[in-house]
């Protein structure tokens, strides 16, 4: 069964800084990698998406990666923000099972 | 505008008396899918739908069932609630696959928080 952990849990950093978020796969058989933004009491909203074929996606102040061969993806934050306050998932959506698989989520909070 | 919608929004109901949540989505989209999220567990999948009359089970579909009848709905049907199953849940939906970014993207909907008493 494929495990996905998001490390760390929380992070609590000032407004201006740059950040990563980690996800950790033990299935390297992936199709695609997503990015997920959730606030409070709300749905989800996706970021980036990242194919099995690609290493990384940007939009704006957001990058994403993705290394296959270490089960890694990372989600890089550029001068964070107080509004990018939330908790930030990754999905894997596995081919041979045509099943989706999330992580527990980072939760992040900019400090003004 | 694109999107998902589930109904209703929240919903308290007693153990073992039936309920349906509604999904629809506006996309014409292929694959649909239905969650689960808990405090520590995160999201689940319960059911998934390839596309009309294609359901399958995800990890967690133990007390629940869905139909795929038509491309824009996916009802959640939750035969005999029990306290277990409260929860908040989430459809969700996409083009399908092998199509570029865009039509692999899920979109979700707003959520529905069950309370089974």
């Known amino acids: 069964k494929q495990e996905v952990t998001q490390i760390p849990a929380a992070l609590s950093v000032p407004e201006g800084e740059n950040l990563v978020l980690n996800c950790s796969f033990t299935?390297?058989?992936?199709?695609?990698l997503q990015w997920f933004r959730q606030d409070p009491g709300k749905g989800l909203t996706s970021l980036l998406l990242?194919?099995?074929?690609?290493r990384e996606q940007t939009s704006g102040r957001l990058n994403a990666s993705l290394d296959k061969s270490s089960g890694r993806s990372t989600l890089y934050i550029a001068a964070s923000q107080p509004g990018d306050s939330a908790t930030y998932l990754c999905a894997l959506f596995i081919y041979n099972f045509n099943k989706f698989y999330f992580g527990s989520g980072t939760k992040l909070n900019v400090k003004p | 505008e694109a999107q998902v919608t589930q109904n209703p929004r929240y919903l308290i109901t007693v153990t073992g008396k039936k309920l349906t949540v509604t999904c629809s989505q506006n996309?014409?989209?292929?694959?649909m899918s239905w969650y689960r999220q808990d405090p520590g567990l995160g999201l689940r999948q319960i059911y998934y739908?390839?596309?009309?009359?294609?359901?399958d089970k995800g990890d967690v579909p133990e007390g629940y069932k869905v139909s795929r009848k038509e491309k824009r709905n996916f009802p959640l049907i939750l035969e005999s609630p029990s306290p277990n199953q409260t929860s908040l849940y989430f459809c969700?939906?996409?083009?399908?696959?092998?199509?570029?970014?865009?039509?692999?993207?899920?979109?979700f909907g707003p959520g529905t928080r069950l309370l089974v008493l």
């Open positions: 990242i194919q099995s074929s690609q």
């Open positions: 996309m014409n989209h292929e694959y």
């Open positions: 969700a939906s996409s083009a399908g696959l092998a199509g570029g970014t865009e039509q692999e993207t899920q979109y």
């Open positions: 739908s390839m596309n009309v009359e294609a359901t």
């Open positions: 299935d390297s058989a992936i199709y695609n």
